[in-house]
């Protein structure tokens, strides 16, 4: 079966995971994406995180379905090699993740692009965006977390404000990028508009836009939300310590299944209670009601609670780790995780491609290659160099 994206060339001159994760996403749909690394050590996320035999994980998941050539962009030589291979592979996105002025400062700005290749789309990821007062910062998933308010919700009442122990920011960029280019893809192929265009990710927004529920109350009612651990605008929602050391999460987010949950933890007479009767009520009694359920929960196993309350139609769920997610029936069920052979390291293991697409579905066709693995084959085959000018450019280090 075809892929839904299969004639679109990506070139991928993001650095570490905003930017690339942009291409990973067009790539799981049949996109050609052409990754282009430092030759001095590759894309900075190579060295990032934890390894195996020499090998980054972190390159493994994020340059998936890619092909990998080195190219020196700071180098003249180096900046004409993009510049041929977008015009020779006729590139339909182009995606990069520098600071903000990098590219102009290597005579690779938009107006250079776009004279090259007209239809091009240029995805354009940084921390604060390509204009503004900080568009110079150093910018990072990090410090987005820290400014977009996400932060400053998250954790325990009395505790710090907490960041995510994953590349959250730089995910939900990542994913504004990609609907980026497929809407300039669509203007400009079935809406006849012909050319690309620019598109300005920031990381900060991104998030900031996920939290947008945020502002609004802000807005309307000078409401400043501050943090309170697992709590939310409803209740019980909450997890809650079992009797063998692990937790489960409920969400009674609904009045239904809340009086479900008082009839499974056998206190059926809570639902007329004057304290639990509504959701609002719940809120200002949130303290009692979680001493409630947890007696109950901490009583009982992981299993056994679980099991009682789906039995009951509670929302409730087991708070899984990776060990739990990488054995679990449903998730096998629907071949959420790929196993892909891999040159490197044998077989891996890596999230399948979302959202499915019932015609038409994504696929991990090949975990990240080696950097620069493919340069010969691309310079050779589609820029038509012959050896000695590649052999020469490799000596010189522009690839």
């Not at 730089?170 to 669509?186: E, I, N, R, T």
């Not at 909450?238 to 969400?251: C, E, F, H, L, Q």
Request: net charge negative; charged share 25%.
């Amino acid at each position: 079966m075809s892929l839904p994206l299969e004639g679109i060339t990506v070139v991928d001159c993001g650095q570490v995971i905003a930017g690339p994760t942009v291409a990973a996403l067009l790539g799981d749909f049949g996109a050609e994406v052409i990754k282009v690394e430092d030759p001095r050590g590759g894309d900075q996320l190579r060295q990032f995180g934890r390894e195996r035999d020499g090998v980054s994980l972190h390159s493994k998941l994020i340059s998936r379905n890619k092909k990998s050539i080195t190219v020196n962009l700071r180098d003249e030589r180096g900046q004409a090699l993009l510049c041929r291979l977008i015009a020779a592979v006729e590139a339909d996105v182009l995606v990069e993740s520098f600071r903000p002025g990098t590219l102009e400062r290597w005579n690779l700005g938009s107006d250079r692009l776009k004279a090259i290749r007209p239809e091009l789309v240029l995805v354009r990821v940084s921390g604060f965006g390509q204009t503004g007062p900080y568009r110079n910062r150093p910018g990072f998933g990090t410090l987005a977390e820290a400014m977009s308010g996400f932060a400053h919700v998250t954790g325990e009442a009395n505790g710090p404000p907490t960041l995510p122990p994953f590349a959250l920011a730089d995910h939900v960029a990542a994913l504004y990028g990609a609907l980026g280019a497929l809407v300039s893809l669509y203007l400009r192929d079935a809406c006849g508009r012909g050319e690309g265009q620019e598109i300005d990710v920031s990381l900060l927004e991104s998030l900031f836009s996920a939290l947008g529920i945020y502002l609004v109350e802000y807005d309307q009612l000078g409401i400043v939300p501050q943090r309170q651990g697992n709590r939310t605008a409803s209740a019980p929602r909450n997890t809650y310590p079992t009797a063998d050391g692990r937790w489960i999460a409920v969400a009674g987010s609904t009045q239904s299944i809340t009086a479900r949950l008082f009839r499974a933890i056998g206190r059926p007479e809570l639902e007329h209670d004057p304290r639990f009767r509504s959701n609002r009520d719940r809120l200002q009694n949130v303290e009692e009601l979680d001493r409630i359920v947890t007696e109950w929960v901490s009583a009982r196993s992981q299993r056994e609670a679980i099991e009682t309350l789906l039995a009951a139609d509670v929302a409730a769920a087991p708070v899984m780790d990776v060990r739990d997610l990488a054995t679990d029936p449903h998730l096998a069920a629907r071949e959420a995780i790929a196993i892909v052979a891999d040159e490197q390291l044998g077989t891996i293991r890596l999230p399948n491609v979302q959202p499915r697409l019932a015609e038409t579905p994504g696929a991990v066709r090949h975990a990240g290659p080696a950097a620069g693995a493919h340069t010969t084959e691309i310079l050779r085959e589609r820029l038509g160099l012959n050896a000695a000018e590649i052999e020469h450019l490799q000596e010189q280090e522009v690839v």
